[in-house]
């Protein structure tokens, strides 16, 4: 069952590759990117990740495919939380 959702997983990856460059290449193209994330979202969900405590053995190149896959969504949470923290008291910080 892991090995399928790795695999799954590896897929929605690929897709959302696809669909990020897509986006962007020719012209500049919404339903790509909105397809774009939801790939990248899915294939987070499906991965069976050792940090979540879904994969217990030790296997380097499903550690070092964890860290590509989880990539996208953990960069996009920091940044969100990174503005949260920023204006969390509603004047950024910054006093005149």
């Known amino acids: 069952m892991e090995l399928l959702r790795a695999l799954i997983s590896l897929l929605l990856f690929g897709c959302g590759l696809y669909f990020l460059f897509d ?4 012209t500049f ?3 790509a990117l909105a397809f774009a994330i939801i790939a990248f979202l ?3 969900f499906f991965w069976p990740s050792k940090k979540r405590g879904q ?3 030790d296997n380097p190149w499903l550690d070092a495919l964890e860290l590509v896959i ?11 939380r990174l503005f949260t923290r920023l204006f969390k008291d ?3 910080g910054v006093d005149l």
């Open 55 to 57: 994969r217990d053995d």
């Open 70 to 80: 989880e990539l996208p969504v953990e960069l996009f949470l920091w940044v969100i």
């Open 29 to 31: 193209d919404w339903k």
């Open 42 to 44: 899915l294939a987070y």
């Open 90 to 92: 509603g004047d950024a």
């Open 23 to 26: 986006g962007f290449n020719p």
